[in-house]
């Protein structure tokens, strides 16, 4: 019942137009987190109003779901329902318009796809990233093709320009490792001979310069990093820009300005996109929108912050523009996305000061 009789769920379970329709006495309050997050159904509370399900077998793949989401059937007026917790805290009445039905499908079906060997309580530890990836792939859907109409293979047909035969996930920690066998149409024509590639998955990301227009001063940030430590660099903190992992659910704009009170405890202005992107596409797949924000950068904006659940340990720095760029020419910024948007700061820190003058 309720989203979980939503068809684009049933489709993703492998239940679509199976069933019969019931009505439960009652009301649905809270769900909006329902298929994001675990235990986040909503609350089946009496009163007046009627609740629309379907009738529909107990299959495997609807018990490894549930089980992963902490679903479990419940009596309820001579019933047992799915989809509804018979106890909770009253809220809002459940809306479906206004619930993310397609990335709660996108997670069933990759908690579905997840290595049968897997545990429902593996799974269900991964949740969040698991919901960041899959946010991730229907952001990239929805985002017209890059390349300017250069890249890719022109083939006249139109079918697929790529396939993938099978999948696997050797990994799966807070980030994962998938290895795909597949193939994709050539340049010249025709087919490639099947080939086996993995990728890191980590899921979409946002870095923003905060940049004071008034002052020209920018805010950067330095932390500890293990990747470099881990490659021997004899320098493993990092100057950066802001960034972190776009949530579940948010916009990269939203996570832009989480990101900056976390960090930084700084309030943003207007942001300016700069250049999105993917940074190491060969491998990784994580994709950077990069930001620069209008901020008030004030003598004593700097100092340490980060998240004590997250362990960090994060300092920031006031910095001329001017600074930065000398920084970047003298090989001292070691962080890509940094780089990028000092330099496209450099090129557009003009024609954003008329931006912000216009309006």
């Known amino acids: 019942m309720g989203p979980l009789a939503h068809p684009a769920l049933r489709e993703a379970l492998g239940l679509a137009g199976q ?15 329902a298929g994001i997050e675990r ?30 989401m902490g679903l479990a059937p419940v009596p309820c007026q001579g019933q047992r329902i799915m989809g509804a917790l018979a106890q909770g805290p009253g809220g809002v009445p459940w809306n479906p318009d206004q619930w993310p039905a397609a990335l709660a499908a996108g997670i ?10 897997r545990s429902a309580a593996e799974i269900a530890q991964r949740l969040p990233m698991i919901g960041v990836w899959v946010d991730s792939q229907l952001r990239a859907a929805a985002t017209p093709p890059a390349g300017g109409g250069i890249a890719g293979p022109k083939s006249s047909d139109s079918g697929p320009d790529w396939r993938c035969e099978a999948r696997a996930e050797p990994y799966a920690q807070f980030f994962s490792v998938e290895e795909w066998s597949l193939s994709h149409r050539l340049h010249d024509g025709g087919w490639s001979a099947p080939l086996r590639r993995a990728g890191f998955v980590m899921g979409d990301a946002v870095v923003v310069l905060p940049w004071d227009p008034v002052r020209d001063r920018v805010l950067l940030i330095d932390q500890f990093r293990v990747a470099p430590a881990m490659r021997g660099d004899t320098q493993p903190w990092l100057l950066e820009a802001v960034a972190g992992r776009i949530d579940t659910g948010e ?14 405890r700084l309030p943003l202005g207007q942001l300016f996109p700069a250049v999105h992107h ?6 990784v797949g994580e994709f950077l929108y990069l930001y620069v924000a209008e901020a008030d950068l004030p003598d004593d904006a700097g100092g340490v912050h980060g998240l004590d659940s997250e362990a960090e340990d994060i300092r920031s720095h006031l910095m001329p523009r001017a ?19 000092a330099l496209w700061l450099e090129l557009r820190a003009d024609d954003i000061r008329r931006e912000l003058s216009q309006g």
Do not use: C, F
């Open 19 to 33: 069933g019969r329709q019931v009505t439960i006495e009652g009301r649905l309050t809270g769900g909006t987190r």
């Open 39 to 68: 235990h986040g159904w909503p609350v089946l509370q009496a009163g007046q109003g009627q609740v629309v399900g379907i009738a529909v077998p107990l299959t495997a793949a609807l018990s490894r779901y549930a089980a992963v």
């Open 108 to 117: 069933a079906g990759a908690v579905l796809t997840a290595p049968p060997d």
């Open 251 to 264: 916009t990269p704009e939203i996570a832009a300005r989480r990101e900056a009170m976390e960090e930084a």
């Open 278 to 283: 993917y940074p190491s596409p060969g491998a």
């Open 323 to 341: 600074d930065l760029a000398r920084l970047l020419m003298a090989g001292q910024i070691s962080n890509g996305p940094l780089a990028m948007l």
